[in-house]
């Protein structure tokens, strides 16, 4: 699944994406990260809602009417933990072929090279695929789910 952070194209397993969310009231949870925009109720669930932005060393997200919420399984340390990943639009659900992948750049990129899979081509634009399970690191989540706990 395709989406965009700026004018950047990113694309997440859709396997890992539980559902899309429309940006509903988000709570800010005292003394969380700069990246933790805070909390919103999901079926009687507290989530904790990321902005990728932040996570990516971008500017903060703006809110538009194509701003949403991809709820992700992400797995660390053979744990699963559902985030909210605030994103600034979701593009498309592509199929892409192992032989269509190729090896991000190891310099020059503004990303952390072990959050990428690789990169393909789709319609003369590049698509960075991350591996979501190594996006937020066990420490990261650890934080997240202690400022959700105090």
Do not use: W
């Not at 072990?114 to 695929?129: A, V």
């Amino acid at each position: 699944m395709t989406f965009k952070l700026g004018k950047e194209s990113f694309a997440a397993n859709v396997g890992k994406v539980l559902e899309i969310l429309e940006v509903p009231h988000i709570t800010r949870v005292p003394k969380s990260p700069d990246y933790m925009t805070g909390v919103i109720n999901l079926r009687g669930n507290v989530l904790p809602v990321i902005d990728t932005r932040i996570k990516f060393g971008l500017p903060k997200t703006e809110c538009t009417v194509n701003t949403c919420i991809i709820v992700i399984n992400v797995e660390i340390n053979s744990e699963s933990i559902i985030v909210g990943a605030m994103v600034d639009s979701v593009q498309e659900v592509l199929e892409i072929q192992e032989s269509q992948i190729q090896p991000s750049p190891s310099i020059g990129s503004k990303y952390k090279a072990e959050f990428l899979d690789g990169m393909s081509k789709y319609h003369d634009e590049f698509i960075m695929l991350l591996n979501i399970d190594k996006v937020f690191s066990a420490d990261e989540l650890i934080i997240v789910k202690d400022s959700l706990i105090s």
